[in-house]
């Protein structure tokens, strides 16, 4: 008790120097992480969802999984800075094109992580926002198909989790390939015969999913036909249950467990201190969630519509519409960023200390040799790389930091990834109801 209480005094200590620093612009502490910051998690749901979550059925052509682009082995992310989604063939970096079945073009932006996604804090996801909570819109969320949004989504992680199952490029397939993406280029997604619906039937024909769907949801056991938002709702669980992640050193130092080391602590003054980390990456899981132009390097196709051939990504405006959120993308959440590489919005930068340099001076010039992408015949990753209007769109604050500074701050950085992270909870299923593999 006594020297508990004499670490308590000194972070109390520490916590105040901080705020008395307001002059150089620090920032405070945020308040440890509680149970009550994340939505409560049936585990027999988050059970049935791991099984979604793992099986390909869910894919147009069966051969892609929601782990197929995030799955343990590399973040939850998938380790490439523009993944391979449909005519992809292995996982992780490995991935590759498929031969017999070339795909169209990389995924448009990098895969995030999933941690915490199930805290209550989390009202807007994907880089651009482009899905929000919203009780005054269909079914609870402003989403790119507005009023033909479906009720029963459970919450924003729910909605959001069966949008790439209808990406040509993601999971749905290409025209005419399979039922959902012929649904899917006809614009029928939601009702009766829409691609939401046909998924939901591929997963009501196996007797295995139907009895656990039945063990989890009384209205389906009473007789009620499994729906789409029932698999989503299940797969929102498991990656709420599954990648909850806060008992890492700097949890334990903000709960007054433990001491952080000399080099994290010093890292960690200058991130809500001097270098003004905190302005955007503030809170509990070090984001503000909003969207800020920082300038990261675009790589890649670019986030265009089907019938436009630029490669720009000019990232929030793409949703709302207002020239202010030209190239603003949301502030990604910190913790266990050193798990999650690569970095950035298009992933442009495999190491991190890499993207810190670029990310306080984005006039420091790009190394290509930083991306990690497969090898697409006839695809230029890079024609979009020199557009001006990232730079001039740069909002970030430029502090004077040494490599000695960066160092410290990389060594805070390693302070936010989990104990557990890297473990689970309910990890890696040995198989699956439909008997489809397993990414492992």
Known sequence: MFAAGIFATRKSLWTLCLVLAGAAGAAELPAPVADTDYVEVSEAEARLGQLLFYDKLLSGNRNIACASCHHPRFGTSDGLSLGLGEGGIGLGPDRRPDPDNLPEQLIPRNAPGLWNMGARAFTVLFHDGRIEADKDKPGGFRTPLGGDMAAGFSGVLSAQTMFPVISADEMAGHYSENDISRAVRQGRITGAGGAWDLIAGRVADLPAYREMFAAVYPDIAAGRRIAFTDISNAIAAFMAFEWRSDDSAFDAYLRGEAALDAAALKGMTLFYGAAKCATCHSGPFQTDHRFHAMAAPQIGPGKSARFEAHNRDEGRIGVTGHTDDAYRFRTP????????????????????????????????????????????????????????????????????????DLEAIMDFLSSLTGASAEIGRLGVPASVPSGLPVDR
Request: hydrophobic fraction near 40%.
């Open 333 to 404: 959440s910190l913790r266990n960023v050193t798990l999650t590489a690569p970095y950035g919005h298009a992933g442009a930068h495999r190491d991190l200390g890499a993207f810190l340099r670029s990310h306080v001076d984005p006039d420091a010039g790009y190394d290509r040799g930083q991306a990690v992408l497969p090898d697409l015949p006839g695809f230029d990753a890079f024609a979009a790389l020199d557009n001006p209007a990232y730079r001039a769109a740069y909002q970030g604050p430029q502090p004077d930091l040494s490599d000695a």
